[in-house]
């Protein structure tokens, strides 16, 4: 495979999955925002300052922040360079760079995805169509995702692209992640007063699509300790950081079959990773939760450098 | 059903100037029609227009589209593609098929003995300045031998039929022709619209012609190559053909690169992978010769890849088709097309060429200038449609005009009878029925070390304008599926 089209390939991969997280954030916090139990996490002030937040990061002093301009920023503002609309647009100028290579029912599908979201209209969106606009796509991700799996070869472009997903899941989740640490911080309270027991764990979980299989596993209702530990470490937690590291080091082991790899090398670095997630427990990072976000942020940074390194050099 | 089939074809012009492909001069249906046309008029004007949003909305999806550029953006486009498909029955197609072939390969031999011996020109058969005077002329091509001898391996014919019923050729295309990928669409596209229709009918298929270019490919390795590795090369995703170029890469699963992908070192060609430098033998590359290395042609070109004149001069990879081919498919050698067949294969030629007078000979110079109203004269060192004049759109001035010009250097010029485009039934959005439109039809043939292949099918292509007869799509052309019939 050529090297320019994995570079294509693994930013194909990211996009389409940030844009889903960026969709599902946008769509989950927002609506069960709208009757949190306590009065800071129903503030509209709170929920956009959260949707821009996990977009696109702090919200700039002189930004009007009125929930149409938050929407549309996010959602379709083709000058925002984080707007789902410009993720979509990426993923597909990705996979036109590619497009030889992947099954021309991805290709359909990704394309099909473009067009939907480039025609939505913008009014209806900021006014009454979030809900719809936001499930179409993750509809739409779930379906890409699906010709991925399920059209293409398990060979090195499934694995180029698989990595781009799966760095870009752990990056989005850790995103997630923080935003909701914040909110929780500025809204104690709620069931109990205490920020361990805030509402927004659960708001997190949504966010993830998490809640229902949470509750299957622990049975109770959840604290910041069992929330992080489900979504950080937990490798049945479909989108935990640590089961997409553990797909990660599936997929990097496709390009590189050394038994050792080289100190220096993308399989190096991820498969320390993964070790030292692997035997990591949840009261380590509960007491510094931004100090791990900062670390696990910088080395997911870190191993998408050498994977570009590596192998899309041309 | 008498009422739908009067509405869908009410606006239908006859004309008696033009030949008309599906009725005759009585005004009945052809024979080989006559199926279709009788299960189209089942459907109503409102299931044609259904069928029609149905079919764009297919090609959009697929991102079979190109780019159209305004003030603000750049505006993605769906070529059109016509419901009323175009049959050719196995008779006439055998015609066509030994035809092209016999033109590609004449061409080949041509542009060998050009840029080796000059047999053909030392013979006083085709004059050296109509050669030496065209900017496709590489003096870097004199003396090298490509892989397997062929040069132009893929060839596009472009074919009319002029009201007399015959066909004739139009011109040779042997650069880089494009358009086979919308024969293969155009096909799925109607299929999966028309079903019902396609299955009363025997036609061949066309989605050969990706394993036949392979095969030809693969036929023109480098000399000490077993098992050659075959690229497509593109300008890139913002060339209008990219769909094109992908579409071929993909049906052969083959890479296609791009310029900067490619690197060349002591002579060989290798392409930048994930794995490190991989060697390229043979490439189909979709880049025009100047821009395909910037060492030895345009130094500008980013396109292209630098060195690879040189690594293809030592016949370390093979260009298909080669550089240099240009100047064998001009206007000007295109008039002496029937010479050059029996020069080289000692044959009739197969297929008509327009009828050209040259104003060199002075009976013939006689003819034009007598008949100027009815004819074409162009000039023959000229390209791009320049110093051409149409005879029954001139003034009684402009005539005495062109008189003078030509009476003035006759060698210089050439005169063609003005031809005319076959119409099809075409479906038009605007009035929701099928009309007529002028349609011609490209053909495809490939040619390599130990084979040939012509797809049996083409694009035939139509202009939507009522009345315009020229049907290219930067022109507001469309395309219709082409059935060639089994036996």
């Known amino acids: 495979m050529l090297a320019r089209v994995a570079n294509n390939l693994f930013w194909m991969g990211r996009y389409i999955e940030r844009a889903e997280h960026v969709a599902r954030y946008l769509n989950v916090n927002y609506f069960s925002s709208l009757d949190a139990p306590n009065e800071k996490s129903q503030s509209r002030d709170h929920v956009l300052h959260s949707l821009l937040f996990m977009a696109n990061g702090p919200v700039e002093e002189d930004y009007e922040l009125t929930e149409k301009n938050a929407f549309y920023d996010i959602g379709l503002n083709p000058e925002k360079l984080f707007s789902v609309l410009n993720c979509i647009k990426y993923a597909r100028e990705n996979a036109n760079g590619a497009r030889d290579l992947i099954s021309t029912e991805l290709y359909e599908s990704i394309n099909k995805f473009y067009h939907f979201v480039l025609n939505y209209d913008a009014d209806f969106f900021v006014s009454k169509g979030l809900f719809d606009f936001t499930t179409q796509i993750a509809e739409s991700t779930s379906i890409i995702r699906a010709k991925i799996r399920g059209t293409l070869l398990h060979d090195e472009v499934y694995a180029i692209i698989m990595l781009g997903v799966n760095i870009e899941r752990a990056t989005q989740i850790v995103r997630i992640i923080q935003a909701k640490y914040y909110d929780a911080l500025k809204a104690q309270g709620g069931y109990d007063k205490k920020f361990s027991k805030s509402y927004e764990w659960t708001t997190l979980l949504k966010c993830i699509e998490a809640y229902d299989m949470m509750r299957r596993h622990y049975k109770k209702t959840p604290t910041s300790l069992s929330t992080l530990e489900f979504l950080i470490l937990n490798p049945e937690c479909p989108r935990s950081v640590m089961n997409s590291l553990v797909q990660v080091k599936n997929h990097i082991n496709v390009l590189n079959e050394d038994k050792y790899p080289e100190k220096d090398s993308a399989a190096f670095l991820i498969g320390k990773t993964h070790a030292e997630y692997r035997y990591k427990t949840v009261d380590t990072i509960e007491g510094n939760i931004e100090s791990f976000i900062e670390e696990i942020q910088d080395t997911l940074i870190d191993i998408a450098k050498k994977i570009e390194k590596e192998y899309f050099k041309y | ?487």
């Open chain 2, 1 to 487: 059903m008498a009422t739908t089939q009067q509405s869908i074809f009410a606006s239908y012009d006859k004309d008696p100037k033009f030949y008309d492909e599906i009725f005759d001069e009585k005004g009945n249906v052809k024979k080989v029609y006559q199926t279709l046309f009788d299960l189209y008029s089942g459907h109503s004007s409102q299931d044609f227009a259904k069928l029609n949003d149905k079919a764009k909305a297919s090609f959009f999806n697929q991102g079979i589209t190109f780019q159209v550029y305004t003030d603000q953006e750049a505006k993605e486009k769906i070529f059109p593609f016509d419901l009323f498909p175009r049959i050719i029955d196995q008779k006439e197609w055998d015609i066509i098929e030994r035809g092209v072939l016999q033109r590609s390969k004449a061409l080949n031999h041509f542009i060998w003995d050009i840029y080796h011996d000059k047999k053909i020109i030392k013979q006083g058969i085709v004059p050296l300045d109509l050669i030496t005077s065209s900017a496709n002329y590489l003096h870097q091509m004199i003396g090298v031998d490509p892989p397997g001898g062929i040069y132009n391996h893929i060839s596009g014919t472009d074919l009319i039929k002029h009201s007399d019923g015959k066909y004739y050729v139009l011109e040779d295309n042997i650069r880089c022709p494009s358009g086979v990928s919308y024969v293969i669409c155009n096909r799925t596209a109607l299929k999966r619209a028309l079903f019902g229709v396609f299955n009363h009918y025997n036609a061949h298929t066309v989605t050969d012609y990706a394993q036949n270019l392979l095969e030809i490919m693969e036929s023109v390795k480098p000399r000490g190559v077993d098992e050659p590795n075959c690229v497509v090369i593109t300008p890139g995703v913002y060339n209008s053909a990219y769909y094109e170029h992908s579409y071929l890469a993909k049906s052969m699963g083959v890479e296609l690169v791009e310029g900067r992908d490619l690197f060349v070192e002591n002579d060989f060609v290798y392409m930048q992978t994930i794995k490190g430098p991989e060697r390229v033998d043979v490439i189909y590359r979709r880049i025009d010769d100047a821009f395909l290395d910037p060492l030895e042609f345009r130094p500008d070109s980013a396109l292209g890849v630098p060195g690879l004149f040189s690594a293809y001069k030592k016949g370390n990879v093979c260009l298909v088709n080669a550089p240099g081919t240009g100047f064998a498919d001009d206007k000007a050698v295109y008039t002496y097309m029937p010479e050059i067949i029996k020069y080289y294969l000692g044959e009739e030629p197969i297929l008509n060429n327009v009828q050209t007078y040259h104003c060199s000979r002075p009976d013939e110079l006689k003819y034009v200038l007598e008949n100027i109203d009815k004819l074409v004269i162009k000039p023959v060192d000229e390209a791009g449609g320049y110093g051409i004049s149409i005879g029954n759109r001139l003034t009684q001035e402009e005539i005495e005009k062109v008189k003078k010009t030509i009476q003035a250097s006759p060698r210089k010029y050439i005169a063609q009878p003005i031809m005319s485009l076959s119409v099809h039934a075409t479906y038009i959005e605007e009035s929701e029925s099928f009309e007529s439109r002028h349609v011609d039809l490209r053909t495809f043939c490939l040619q390599g070390a130990d084979k040939e292949f012509v797809l049996k099918g083409g694009l035939t292509r139509v202009a939507l304008k009522k009345g315009n007869l020229i049907v290219n799509s930067s022109q507001g052309g469309g395309s219709k599926d082409t059935w060639v019939l089994k036996k």
